[in-house]
């Protein structure tokens, strides 16, 4: 039995957009995690704060009780993307402070990995770049950063019905990548849930041609009950989970057919403990898996523990490289010690990372220094050419 007590805990916001999270054990054992909404922090924070009151003191390896009394013992607990997010966040702290305890991956805790290798893929350009542009930065994350597998935005800014070739700037752009890399390279197309229901089908169209592995949030999720007409009209996979938040929200989306593919965030959606109840659920359906990750590297960590014990896990998101990090002079590994542990091999994959807990050797000394700048990072606000607004 473990008499350890969690007798401390400290937040961290840290450039470009992330929220960090430090328990500590009373016997010295620290675990991290990344609670965060972006262009929320300061909400989740708080959510976080009042969360933490009564684990102080607590065991931390009750990681269920923990869960299932914050998320359903609470009248408003389990609900939403701030208090979710919160407790993904807690959850993924006290997994590392578990695998650390006992010296083992948080992996090897959850049964064990059904693969050796995770296949990875990176982001590609701006929300507005030229195809010109995007077919040059394409070509810079496949050579400079090794990535196989590549994602774009394919949605601009477009109204209900398009008067201003936003569709047709889209496919030049999706199509100047393709050339850029080749027919060797994985490529995936986010629309961000920017375009609306009546245009959905159009845009799928046009981009078709240029061999897509997935088409993400085609619609915002309000219209998910959209996509078992989209999937019939289209052989692309189609993905989308990042704004999901429960298990009864994944499980409305697989009731019937439609995705192909699953992306609940393990800093959104529950962290660790709900992500692998998810994929569980989207496995009994036949669906793949594979988690929203634009984050820092603990939710990275968080996602691999994951996806090394999902079969259905397919490929997995990172914010590598990402125009987030660039703008802010972060990158992904600035706050790890260990960073060669999650490097990627000539195929672009990561194998399993061997560290106790999530792996990962944080660099305290450089998220205390990042902290005193911190970040108030907001999304954009977009507006059409007739000055309505439109989703980001």
């Known amino acids: 039995m473990n008499h350890d007590t969690i007798a401390r805990y400290e937040l961290f916001r840290v450039a470009p957009r ?32 009042a969360m933490m009151e009564s684990l102080v003191g607590a065991d931390p390896a009750l990681i269920n009780r923990h869960w299932q009394r914050l998320a359903k013992g609470d009248f408003y607990g389990g609900r939403g993307p701030v208090l979710m997010s919160a407790l993904a966040g807690i959850d993924q702290a006290l997994w590392d402070i578990h695998g650390k305890t006992l010296g083992v991956p948080v992996a090897t805790l959850l049964g064990g990995a059904v693969r050796d290798r995770m296949q990875m893929y990176g982001w590609v350009g701006r929300d507005d770049d030229s195809p010109e542009v995007a077919s040059a930065s394409a070509k810079a994350v496949v050579s400079e950063l090794g990535f196989k597998m590549l994602k774009m935005n394919g949605g601009p800014r477009m109204g209900y019905v398009d008067f201003e070739g936003a569709v047709a700037f889209g496919a030049a752009r999706v199509q100047a990548v393709r050339e850029a890399v080749g027919p060797d390279v994985k490529l995936a197309v986010d629309f961000h849930g920017r375009c609306k229901l009546p245009m959905a089908r159009k845009l799928i169209r046009a981009l078709e ?26 052989d692309v996979p189609i993905a989308t989970g990042e704004r999901m938040f429960s298990t009864a929200e994944f499980y409305e989306l697989l009731r019937r057919p439609g995705v192909g593919i699953v992306q ?28 929203h990750c634009p984050l820092g590297p603990i939710a990275l960590a968080s996602c691999l523990a994951v996806d090394f014990v999902s079969l259905n896990a397919c490929f997995q998101e990172s914010c590598l490289g990402i125009h987030y990090n660039e703008a802010a002079g972060v990158g992904l590994w600035d706050l790890v010690s260990n960073r060669e542990a999650f490097a990627m091999d000539a195929d672009g994959m990561i194998a399993l990372p061997t560290g106790p807990g999530l792996g990962l050797e944080i660099d305290e000394e450089a998220v205390r220094a990042a902290a005193e700048e911190g970040h108030r990072w907001r999304n954009p606000h977009w507006v059409l050419p007739d000055g309505s607004p439109t989703r980001w």
């Open 18 to 49: 992330w929220l960090l999270l430090k328990i500590e054990t009373r016997a010295g054992v620290v675990g991290w995690g990344e609670p965060v909404v972006e262009g929320y922090a300061e909400a989740v924070e708080a959510a976080v704060h």
């Open 209 to 234: 041609p240029f061999d897509l592995t997935f088409i993400e949030e085609p619609v915002h999720p309000d219209f998910n009950d959209a996509l078992p007409d989209l999937a019939s009209f289209t």
């Open 264 to 291: 609940p965030d393990l800093s959104h959606a529950g962290g660790i403990t709900h992500v692998r109840d998810i994929a569980r659920l989207a496995e009994s359906r036949d669906v793949a898996l594979a988690p």
